[in-house]
Nanobody
Framework: QVSLVESGGGSVQAGGSLRLSCAASVRTFNSETARAWFRQAPGKEREFVAR????????YYADSVKGRFTISRDNAKNMVYLQMASLKPEDTAVYYC???????????????WGQGTQVTVSS
């Protein structure tokens, strides 16, 4: 498994921006190269936000964040980022970084998870 630690969450007003970071501690030859961001609001199920392949060439976003969020990665630093712009109150949630052998949008396909970072957007 991969050890993941998220950072960068906080409180922001609607229309503002935040950048989340996910640091990975990876063992040699680890096959969990796909990365994704999920989020979970109180009382709701965990939902997919964005995913990125090892090469960065395969990227996919949930419709709710498309055009506002950007996922990227720096493999040399074992980092994945989520740049969030034009934030809305409905983006309020705990955001989780996840790792998997396969590129997926389904939480159950991911075998490693971070502890989460809170994002709160006020109107």
């Amino acid at each position: 498994q991969v050890s993941l630690v998220e950072s960068g969450g906080g409180s922001v007003q609607a229309g503002g921006s935040l950048r989340l970071s996910c640091a990975a501690s990876v063992r040699t030859f680890n096959s969990e190269t796909a990365r994704a961001w999920f989020r979970q609001a109180p009382g709701k199920e965990r939902e997919f936000v964005a995913r990125i392949s090892w090469s960065g060439e395969n990227i996919y976003y949930a419709d709710s964040v498309k055009g506002r969020f950007t996922i990227s990665r720096d493999n040399a630093k074992n980092m994945v980022y989520l740049q969030m712009a034009s934030l809305k109150p409905e983006d309020t949630a705990v955001y989780y970084c996840a790792a998997s052998r396969y590129l997926s949008s389904v939480p159950d396909d991911f075998t490693s998870w971070g502890q989460g970072t809170q994002v709160t957007v006020s109107s």
